[in-house]
């Protein structure tokens, strides 16, 4: 779902819709999206300290989402993303994640 949804922002951003929250973030531009990353990452921490399982799914999917975003307007894919984790997992340990 991830890959999907990171597809649908994309295509938002290749061929904008009337209304869409995604297009609005998008077109705010860098601050405006790297201040709602920051905004729900601390409603995510206060979710994880005093609002339960549920509250926390949901507050990491916003995260999960306003990331997605900054990364489609920085144009940073999720391979980038898995890349660079499987290159420190690499550095780290000196063995790839395939083996």
Request: overall charge negative; aromatic content about 4%; cysteine-free.
């Amino acid at each position: 779902m991830i890959q999907r949804l990171y597809e649908i922002i994309q295509d938002r951003q290749a061929h904008p819709k009337a209304g869409s929250y995604t297009n609005r973030l998008l077109d705010a531009g860098l601050e405006r999206l790297a201040q709602k990353v920051g905004e729900e990452a601390v409603e995510l921490v206060i979710a994880t300290t005093r609002q339960g399982r549920q509250r926390v799914i949901e507050e990491a999917s916003d995260l999960v989402y306003h990331l997605l975003v900054l990364m489609a307007h920085e144009g940073i894919s999720l391979q980038d993303i898995e890349d660079e984790l499987a290159q420190r997992h690499l550095q780290k340990s000196g063995h790839n994640f395939d083996s």
